[in-house]
């Protein structure tokens, strides 16, 4: 029975395991096993080596760990932003990066809206001239002959000179620094001869009609003691016979004037606190609509409302004056008993109000306007090869309101010179600074190319609830 069927299995091709105990390895000299005829395989007979192709990529990546390379590479861009604020890098780039934190303007390609500040930020707050600027005297060194005969405006529409008269003259360094307001100035004051002060001729942007103006100053009273004269410390002459002055008066108070002989009506005198002994003064002079004010130090001190609207034109005849009456050359001060420093003269009201905040440092000669959007664009970055990803890290500042990433500040990304940008997903990271924020985002998709290009767009921005700062830029390829 059992060859009966051993020959059986032979003529049908039906062998199994029993059939075939043992065969030497030498008899099987040609064909293939079936990969269902091997089922289990021990590796321990795996001896010999495998070729490349007998391994499929999923056996080698099935067990393998993934690795994200971002968290090394964001690391790196936040510390090349650290070294280029520390050591005040301009903007540079390596194989693999590029960064910027606006020394200057060299990797700034285009701004609409937006400016870079000295301050090493860009906004949309833009330095601007102000065009209602009619004069600023700052007396200082330069702005003076050896016998101080001229200060001349140094902004401004206005050619207007500020001339000394019957022993005007000006602090020099061999004053004490009290009588300097702000570093680095000089003021005006008298000389011994009485009467001395100072005078600007004529100008036709002096007429400023019922229109708006500030007159303003800082003033320091030097122990003045009142003598039973008029001493002014302003006092501005028009064609129409209104004027404005201030002036102690016979105690130890000053007082402002208005006085409009042509329309017979107007306030004549009123106290003013203010102008202590030994103290800084600013004042000012508001004609705010059909409203006349005078302020000391952020206080409203006088308002009137001129019903039949004065005309402040200039009379051509030392229309304006600092120490002394307007175009007689008298009732000044006589020796340093006054000091005037930064004088300005304005087209439009300044300040509104019954209070406003006194300036703490000079007047600026330009006007900073904030755009509600703006954006700026870097110049092309050249990558060594071809990208289809790009990666950034930027830092920036609240410096008002609270900005909304990917809202209020729009980062976009290209890789073909700025043809096509690629808007990014900002997601926030610790803070780079005590109040200087970091964003990121990684690998967004780009077009690709070699021509690398940054953009950040502003929104809702505005002066003093919403302002923000772009402090760096870091971008990854």
């Known amino acids: 029975m059992t060859k009966a069927r051993d020959l059986a299995n032979i003529i049908t091709g039906g062998f199994t395991a029993d059939d075939i105990p043992n065969i030497p390895a030498s008899k099987i000299t040609s064909g293939q096993f079936a990969d269902a005829r091997i089922a289990d395989l021990s590796a321990t007979k795996l001896t010999g080596s495998i070729a490349d192709a007998r391994i499929p990529a999923s056996a080698v990546s099935q067990h393998a760990t993934s690795f994200d390379d971002n968290k090394i590479v964001n690391d790196i861009s936040t510390l090349a932003i650290r070294q280029a604020s520390n050591e005040n890098k301009g903007a540079y780039n390596t194989n693999s990066m590029y960064v910027d934190v606006f020394q200057d303007d060299t990797g700034i390609g285009t701004e609409t809206n937006t400016d870079r500040n000295a301050s090493e930020y860009v906004s949309s707050a833009v330095s601007g001239t102000d065009s209602n600027l009619v004069s600023l005297f700052r007396p200082n060194t330069t702005d003076h002959t050896a016998t101080q005969e001229v200060v001349s405006t140094v902004a401004g529409t206005s050619s207007a000179t500020l001339r000394p008269v019957n022993g005007g003259a000006y602090s020099g360094n061999d004053l004490s620094s009290t009588y300097q307001k702000f570093s680095g100035s000089y003021s005006l004051t008298s000389a011994s001869a009485n009467d ?16 708006d103006f500030t007159i303003e100053a800082w003033t320091y009273n030097n122990n003045f003691t009142p003598d039973g004269t008029h001493r002014y410390v302003m006092d501005f002459n028009t064609s129409t016979g209104s004027r404005l002055s201030i002036a102690p008066n016979s105690g130890a108070a000053f007082y402002g004037q208005t006085i409009s002989s042509a329309n017979s009506q107007g306030p004549s005198n009123w106290g003013i606190n203010g102008f202590s002994n030994g103290a800084w003064t600013h004042w000012a002079f508001v004609k705010d609509s059909g409203n006349l004010k005078l302020y000391s130090d952020g206080h409203i001190q006088y308002n009137y409302s001129d019903s039949l609207s004065y005309n402040f034109n200039a009379n051509g005849n030392g229309d304006l004056a ?16 006054l000091y005037t420093q930064e004088i300005r003269v304005s087209s439009n009201a300044r300040y509104s109000g019954n209070t406003y905040t006194i300036p703490t440092t000079q007047f600026p000669t330009t006007v900073i306007t904030t755009s509600a959007t703006g954006n700026f664009i870097s110049n092309a970055i050249t990558a060594p090869s071809s990208t289809n990803k790009m990666g950034a890290i930027i830092t920036y500042q609240d410096a008002s309101g609270t900005n909304t990433l990917n809202t209020d500040i729009v980062l976009q990304l290209s890789a073909d010179n700025g043809s096509n940008f690629a808007t990014a997903t900002l997601t926030a990271m610790p803070d780079f ?3 200087i924020k970091m964003a990121k985002v990684n690998d967004l998709s780009v077009t690709a190319g070699t021509q690398l290009k940054y953009k950040i767009s502003f929104a809702n921005q505005a002066s003093g609830s919403k302002e923000a700062r772009i402090r760096g830029v870091s971008l990854q390829y």
Do not use: C, L, M
Request: net charge negative.
């Open 322 to 337: 600092f120490h002394q009456r307007h175009a007689s050359d008298s009732n000044g001060f006589t020796g340093p008993g």
């Open 433 to 435: 600074a005590s109040g």
């Open 196 to 211: 001395g002060g100072w005078k600007i001729v004529h100008t036709s942007e002096y007429d400023f009609g019922t229109n």
